[in-house]
């Protein structure tokens, strides 16, 4: 079992920033990916960055330039910094992380409950 708690979420102004945190903890060996997804409401969850455990990025197209993920892979974390932020950003956000249990196991597919970001015009 894995958990992922993030933290973080809350009502800002556009052009104000924020800082999303993704903390994992349970029965973990390694962790390839980590990343973030957002859901706006009536609408399909979609990525909006992911590191992978190398520490290469992805990004969304509509958020490159304003936010940055980055993770620690000691303290098994990740950050998303939301800097520029539009209301088009309100949404809630969700961690997601791929999980390996053991050495010899496929990684499995973790996510959090989701913060709640708002930005208002």
């Known amino acids: 079992q894995v958990h992922l708690v993030e933290s973080g979420g809350g009502l800002v102004e556009a052009g104000g920033s924020l800082r999303l945190s993704c903390a994992a903890s349970g029965i973990i060996f390694s962790i390839n990916a980590m990343g973030w997804y957002r859901q706006a409401p009536g609408k399909q969850r979609q990525l909006v960055a992911v590191v992978s455990g190398r520490g290469t990025t992805t990004y969304a197209d509509s958020v490159k330039g304003r936010f940055t993920i980055s993770r620690d892979n000691d303290k098994k974390t990740a950050v998303l910094k939301m800097n520029s932020l539009k209301p088009e950003d309100t949404a809630d956000y969700y961690c997601?992380?791929?999980?390996?249990?053991?050495?010899?196991?496929?990684?499995?597919?973790?996510w959090g409950q989701g913060t709640q970001v708002t930005v208002s015009s």
């Open positions: 997601n992380a791929d999980v390996k249990s053991d050495a010899f196991s496929a990684p499995l597919s973790w």
